[in-house]
């Protein structure tokens, strides 16, 4: 595709309940990036992914916040129990690889309401 | 860990006026800085960044930033704005082993007065 893609644009859902986020990279891309932007806490990093591998974790707020991503291409964030302070938009983004040197290209986001 | 600082969460301004956004980032060995753009309900786009080589980097829109290794600040300047660089700017630093994690401030919002 053109861009990075993300799936849903909105999800409003019920504290407790589970969610996911899809996020499409740009083909070809080997590094992909999870941030989210909130009101109290700005733009926080994450998870990052080189491949299918996710090297660091620890930027994950919580153990009910969980990713994967298969084939080398999309990936799923997963956010178990949601709680009202996840509330936050959700931006992925990927490179051609893990470098500074390579751009990180930003998807629109997905808006997360949790209720 | 890295740590940004934009001193101004809004800056108003008048149209053809000049600006300064300012960035100051904790200190480290090596550094790569970066600033990104959010235009209204758009995604976040790179504007300029500062890897090695000269410490003055432009945009391709009439913005430039100055790496100041001294001060530890990459402000973001424009002689001259328009009311479509309307819009919220963050500052970022790439830190982790292989730099692959980006380190936000918390964005100065620009507006431009007619």
């Known amino acids: 595709g053109a861009g990075v893609s993300q799936s849903p644009s909105n999800k409003v859902t019920e504290k407790g309940k589970d969610v996911e986020l899809r996020c499409d990279p740009i083909s070809g891309h080997t590094a992909l990036y999870w941030y989210r932007q909130s009101l109290g806490q700005g733009l926080e990093f994450l998870i990052y992914f080189q491949g299918n591998s996710a090297p660091d974790k620890s930027g994950l707020p919580s153990d009910r916040f969980s990713a994967e991503r298969t084939g080398g291409s999309v990936s799923t964030l997963t956010i178990q129990r949601t709680q009202q302070e996840d509330s936050a938009v959700y931006l992925c983004?990927?490179?051609?690889?893990?470098?500074?040197?390579?751009?990180?290209?930003f998807g629109p986001g997905t808006r997360l309401t949790v209720l | 860990a890295q740590s940004v600082t934009q001193l101004d969460s809004q800056v108003p301004v008048f149209e053809e006026a000049p600006v300064e956004l300012r960035c100051n980032y904790s200190s480290s060995v090596s550094v790569y800085l970066f600033w990104y753009v959010q235009y209204p309900n758009q995604g976040l786009q790179l504007l300029l960044k500062?890897?090695?080589?000269?410490?003055l980097v432009e945009s391709i829109n009439g913005f430039e930033a100055e790496f100041n290794k001294s001060q530890t600040s990459f402000h973001l300047r424009k002689p001259s704005v328009h009311i479509s660089d309307t819009a919220e700017y963050f500052c970022?630093?790439?830190?982790?082993?292989?730099?692959?994690?980006?380190?936000f401030g918390q964005g100065t919002r620009l507006t431009i007065n007619p």
């Open positions: 983004a990927s490179s051609l690889e893990v470098s500074p040197y390579n751009e990180q290209f």
């Open positions: 500062y890897l090695s080589g000269s410490t």
């Open positions: 970022a630093v790439s830190e982790g082993q292989g730099a692959q994690k980006l380190v």
